[in-house]
């Protein structure tokens, strides 16, 4: 199974404020929905909560420390190693790491493949994303300019690790 991280990131590497993200971005939600689609994806709780429901058409695997929590809908697991043996169980050929910066940083080490889209701005924020690691490539961009729905120009880029 693969495992692959996707994220969008500002220049200055934010990636959340206040619990939410900094942005809305309309292409950058229909990218994220068509590489997900169809898959596993892992969150973390507060990621969950921010998004508050599972998202449609994918098996939603939130992470928690927490024995009490509930999400329903979705698939509540307490930790990273459980979250990989259920997707791979049930067959899955690429899981998503969609955030946040906890799970990222954990997470990293394991990712294959990375979908970052690079928010063409500096966006003020309190989460950062953490550090990506060495031995990525980029094996595909795509630069899509701001228009009257989408605030900030962006790239999609796709980064493989061997």
């Not at 969950?48 to 098996?59: Q, T």
């Not at 190693?81 to 946040?100: P, Q, S, V």
């Not at 394991?110 to 490539?137: H, R």
């Not at 980029?138 to 605030?151: G, P, V």
């Amino acid at each position: 199974m693969l495992i692959s991280a996707i994220v969008a990131i500002s220049q200055n590497n934010v990636i959340g404020k206040d619990g939410h993200l900094p942005w809305h971005l309309p292409a950058d939600l229909q990218y994220f929905k068509s590489k997900t689609t169809g898959h596993h994806i892992i969150l973390g709780r507060k990621n969950y909560e921010d998004i508050a429901k599972p998202l449609p058409l994918r098996v939603n695997l939130v992470l928690t420390r927490s024995a009490s929590f509930e999400a329903p809908g979705c698939v509540v697991l307490h930790s990273l190693k459980d979250a990989f043996m259920f997707a791979k169980n049930a067959g899955e050929t690429e899981c998503f790491i969609i955030g946040g910066a906890a799970l990222y940083k954990e997470a990293l080490p394991y990712c294959k493949k990375l979908y970052l889209t690079k928010v063409l701005a500096d966006i003020d924020g309190d989460v950062l994303m953490p550090s990506l690691g060495d031995g990525w490539e980029l094996i595909s961009e795509q630069k899509r300019e701001a228009d009257s729905k989408n605030i900030y120009p962006m790239l999609f880029q796709v980064f493989q690790r061997a």
